[in-house]
């Protein structure tokens, strides 16, 4: 620990006060039984963690999790956010992965594989909250909701503010553009977006012969519409 805080102040002196912040905050998070670390992390800011008792949270090896605007690409508007609260529920994530300023809620099961890049203010979750209760709409405010199990596979990007509902699975290497709305599974090694979020390319394509500026210009439409990630 010593030894970092050396190093930090011959290389960066600026950032001292937020790299013991980070630390700080890791060795409390390794102090709880209900969260696992499976290796060194990477916390940038303050994030909000409440998980609840029966409740677990696996954080894998080198998972940066960034709840601060400085030095991100994008306006955070909240902390990254864990949150499990009923009894039995679990968040793992994968190792190498990066998440900034999203929130990820489970009331049974959501998954993310390793090397992930979760953008600012994606919504995760397993659970509308409440039920229907058509019936007598009153006891939405009583009701928890059923669940299904999301399972996010490895190395996918969800761009920012991506919105990912109950019993979703996101196929590996995929891309999930900006703004959408993920309400069915996707498969692997697409590029999907929009509300509800639907495949616009896929691996098949000839990647050798795109340029950059073809990766904004690419869509099964006539039209050539722009694809924002």
């Known amino acids: 620990m ?81 949150f499990a609260y009923l009894p039995g529920a679990e968040i793992r994530i994968g190792a190498g992965t990066g998440i900034a300023g999203s929130c990820i809620t489970a009331h049974r099961s959501v998954t993310i594989g390793k090397r992930c890049l979760i953008a600012a203010n994606c919504q995760i979750m397993d659970s509308n909250a409440h039920d229907l209760s058509f019936q007598n709409v009153k006891n939405r405010f009583y009701s928890a909701g059923s669940s299904l199990p999301v399972v996010i596979e490895d190395d996918v990007w969800l761009g920012t503010n991506t919105v990912v509902l109950p019993g979703v699975r996101i196929g590996r290497g995929s891309v999930i553009g900006a703004n959408s709305v993920v309400c ?12 509800p979020a639907t495949v616009v390319l896929d691996q098949r394509m000839d990647y050798a012969e795109l340029t950059p500026s073809d990766i904004y210009d690419l869509s099964p439409s006539e039209e050539q519409e722009e694809i924002q990630l």
């Not at 006060?17 to 039984?33: A, M, N, T, V, Y």
């Not at 303050?46 to 090896?61: E, N």
């Not at 069915?184 to 509300?195: E, F, L």
Request: net charge positive.
């Open 2 to 82: 010593l030894g970092k805080v050396f190093r930090v102040l011959r290389d960066d002196p600026a950032r001292i006060p937020g790299r013991i912040w980070g630390d700080l905050l890791e060795l409390l998070l390794s102090l709880k039984q209900n969260v696992v670390l499976e290796g060194k992390i990477v916390i940038i800011g303050r994030p909000l963690i409440d998980i609840r008792k029966g409740c677990k949270l696996y954080l894998g090896a080198n998972v940066i999790l960034t709840s601060k605007s400085r030095g991100y690409h994008l306006n955070l508007p909240s902390p990254v956010k864990f």
């Open 184 to 195: 069915s599974s996707i498969p692997p090694m697409v590029v999907a977006r929009g509300n």
